[in-house]
DNA sequence: TCAAAAGTGTTGGAAGTACACCCATGT
DNA sequence: ACATGGGTGTACTTCCAACACTTTTGA
């Protein structure tokens, strides 16, 4: 195995997923780009990233990348693929390591827009750099195929969250709309929520109560040793199934 | 993002998952290891793996990898996790993609044994370099996971079988008996397999019907593009609810 | 005729879906 | 009072696990 510098670069870069109102106000997936000031790709829009540096893991590597170049500490980062074609970067060899993150509303207001950082909609981006286009699509599927075995949503939530706000991010991943009264039952009976005791008043109905996590998942599930772990711990009512896919489950 | 070498070594390694008779005769889980001839872990069983090189793919130096330490050509190959933790080897700052792969039995006894090479019960290996028992580890969990919601099985047998060696071959990897009832039902309802008309004679019993593949499902769904393709194809009694994945993935 | 594995039928429970209905609040 | 979501009850369906039972072969 090579020790020496092999003349193949080796980025990391991350698809970070955020929920935000769209036009008609409804929430909906939201992704920030950057625009390259240098060749190749010059001015074209990017996922955020930039090489990994010698004295820092993969994942520790992403982490101080989104914080440099958007001021971002994402609640949940997971590695969601390696891409390594020969011509996906022109004239130079490039090997992307790339990770998934999701930040809540309030987080993601830190970013710091300007002409070289902006909000895009998940579902409607402009021609990126690289094949980051292809990236993107891909991140999309993971978040929502691990959405329905897998309590990634609370990513999205604060500390407290109704049963309402829960399914409403649900609702803005999948894109359906979901059953209250079985969505409820769902999630009380996963045990992965408990309520707090409080209730939110001032809305014009019955006041909603609110619920916490209750860590029986953990959320920075990462990485595949902490993974297996992780899913076997989640399995509240049942015996011991393995859960799904990936690492931080996986995986399903 | 950097042009520039960085002094991080890159390499590619391999999970080779075949089956095989174990101890009692009964087929269980079996990967091949190569002795390292140099430092560091000098002599230690290691991952098959290498450099990747500057005018391949990191699949397909995977693939050429393979083929040259065991000739061993895989009839399933997806890639499972980048490892660069930065004190994973001595001395040298090494990044590995990993890559898992599943053999048939007669292409598994391709494997050129000597003194460098040696087939290992998966659920029982010594101390190997590197971190590499954690990412058998990982790679044993991702197999199991996604056997049961996949069709991968496949790729341990040939072009036609039998239900009681697909049975064999899940009993196998997940380690449990199988209801024979239960187990045809599941196949036949996935609309995965077809009966090819023969049956196998001379058995002191009942001659078993054989079945192919139908090739609703691709083996090879490797990748983020052809992933959720390949998901949505599989789907054939129901409508279109994204399946499981990983891109393979995703690592679910 | 018997052993052994192939293959079919039947039943009961768990979990998901659809939807009717009651509850508590602000206006 | 009534509109609005919060929350409960319930029937229906689908899927899965268990297991009894029948079929077809070789010995």
Not at 76 to 96: I, K
Request: hydrophobic fraction near 40%; avoid cysteine.
């Amino acid at each position: 195995m090579p020790a020496a510098a092999s003349g193949i670069g080796l980025a990391v870069s991350t698809v970070i997923f955020a929920l935000r109102p769209d036009d008609a106000g409804a929430p909906s997936v939201w992704l920030p780009l950057v625009r390259r000031i240098r060749e190749p790709f010059l001015h074209r829009w990017a996922l955020p990233g930039g090489p990994v540096a010698l004295s820092e893991s993969l994942e520790a590597s992403a982490r101080r990348n989104l914080l440099e170049t958007t001021r971002l500490q994402p609640t949940y980062l997971e590695q969601l693929y390696a891409f390594g074609d020969v011509d996906r970067s022109p004239d130079s060899r490039l090997v992307s390591i790339v990770y998934w993150a999701l930040v809540r509303p309030e987080e993601a207001e830190r970013v710091s827009l300007g002409e070289n950082v902006r909000w895009f909609p998940a579902d409607d981006l402009p021609d990126l750099a690289f094949d980051h286009n292809l990236i993107v699509e891909y991140a999309l599927w993971r978040l929502r195929t691990k959405m329905e075995y897998s309590r990634i949503a609370h990513a999205f939530l604060g500390e407290q969250f109704t049963l309402a706000e829960l399914r409403g991010v649900h609702e803005a991943v999948l894109q359906k709309p979901l059953d209250p009264a079985n969505f409820r039952r769902q999630m009380e009976a996963s045990g992965a929520i408990e309520p707090t005791g409080d209730v939110v008043v001032g809305g014009r109905h019955r006041p909603p109560k609110l619920y916490r996590y209750t860590g029986a998942v953990s959320l920075a599930d990462a990485g595949p040793l902490t993974a297996r772990v992780v899913a076997a711990a989640a399995q509240h009512p049942r015996p011991a199934t393995d859960d799904a896919p990936h690492p931080q489950e996986d995986a399903r």
